[in-house]
């Protein structure tokens, strides 16, 4: 199985790219993981909503032009459904079962995802009802995919 991550703009901070790195790092044991950032469009002060939809469609289409039309796709949302870790696990797992030897993961940017990818992703997950930057939900969806890999192979997690 092997893992992408699409995510809209760079990571500006350096403990969070840390982060990534490290876990990038960890998971190497157990899959391929690749990152395709796609360039955030420029926001401004005081957006209509119109302005909104239209930085989003932007962004969904370079999103679009990146996908596998093989891979699973799961977009990451706020009006997602919920999952936990071992729930994660399973469904990765499941996921090879079935056949599938690549699994996609999308990022949407500072405001979010268009609909558009949400109707066409395989499933849309949510971390959290709270709001955490798109720079920080890559480091916590790469822990994640790690703790998932960890549960499969029966291995204990320790940081």
């Given amino acids: 199985m092997e893992v992408r991550i699409i995510a809209v703009g760079k990571i500006k901070e350096g403990y969070i790219q840390q982060g990534i790195n490290d876990f990038c790092n960890r998971l190497k044991h157990y899959t391929k993981v690749d990152i395709l950032e796609v360039k955030d469009e420029k926001i401004r002060n005081k ?19 990146k996908l596998n039309e093989r891979a699973y796709t799961i977009a990451l949302d ?16 499941n996921l090879q079962v079935q056949g599938y030897s ?55 997690y320790h940081l």
């Fill in 47 to 65: 957006l209509s909503s119109s302005e909104i939809e239209q930085i989003k469609e932007k962004e969904a289409e370079k999103i679009i032009a």
């Fill in 78 to 93: 706020p009006q997602g459904k919920p999952m936990t870790s071992e729930g994660l696990a399973k469904s990765i797992g």
């Fill in 102 to 156: 690549n699994i996609e993961f999308i990022i949407g940017g500072a405001l979010g995802l268009d609909q558009k990818i949400r109707n066409i992703a395989d499933y849309v997950l949510t971390f959290s009802h709270m709001t955490f930057t798109h720079q920080m939900i890559r480091l916590l969806l790469l822990e994640q995919v790690y703790r998932g890999f960890k549960i499969l192979n029966n291995e204990p």
